[in-house]
């Protein structure tokens, strides 16, 4: 046969050839019974009924034992598959619960972007009323500042000034008038 391996072998040669040991197979395992049936049967001496009854106990006892265990082991899957539903279900629940809040959270997020460019909207036309209304009215602010300082205690600068100009009214130094 190593011969044959480098060169290219005809098909029907392949076919005969898986042909002749499927036949010698065949042939193999039609006189394996013939065999074995020429063969001598011998008894165990020494194997008394009561051993055998033993041994028929002691595996009943083992397939007893085996199918309790199977039963066991059924039962403990079954345990374990209603866990896995169990699990299951909750994580589909909490899938849900996230795809609900991510959806939320994009309204939300989409109603600060609003809330932000109509307080931007907002805040440039209020500047712009402001620059208007400054415009038309110059000397408010000036007038609004002057009232503030004669509101407010005067500073020893202002004290002084004032009691300068006070000197020369009839009541004298010690009329000082302090708004």
């Known amino acids: 046969m190593a011969m044959y391996t480098l060169m290219r072998l005809p098909r ?5 050839s898986v042909s002749l040991r499927f036949g010698w197979c065949v042939a193999s395992i039609l006189l394996v019974p013939i065999w074995g049936g020429c063969a001598r049967m011998e008894t165990v001496p020494d194997a008394k009924p009561s051993d055998l009854q033993v041994t028929v ?5 083992a397939v007893r034992d085996a199918q309790r265990t199977a039963a ?9 598959r209603q866990q896995l539903a169990e699990v299951e279900l909750e994580r589909a629940r909490l899938q849900g619960m996230l795809r609900e809040t991510e959806r939320r959270l994009t ?12 307080l931007a909207s907002a805040r440039t036309e209020r500047e712009r009323m402001a620059h208007a209304l400054r415009s038309l009215l ?3 602010g000036r007038r609004r500042r002057e009232r503030y300082r004669r509101r407010t205690v005067p ?19 010690f009329r000082v008038v302090i708004t």
Do not use: C, M, V, W
């Open 72 to 80: 066991d082991l059924r039962a403990e899957l079954d345990g374990q």
């Open 138 to 140: 110059p000397n408010r």
């Open 12 to 16: 029907s040669f392949a076919h005969r």
């Open 57 to 61: 106990d002691q595996l009943k006892i």
């Open 107 to 118: 309204e939300a997020r989409q109603i600060i972007e609003l809330q932000r460019e109509e």
């Open 155 to 173: 500073t020893r600068s202002r004290f002084l000034e004032r009691l300068r100009f006070r000197q020369g009214t009839p009541y004298g130094i």
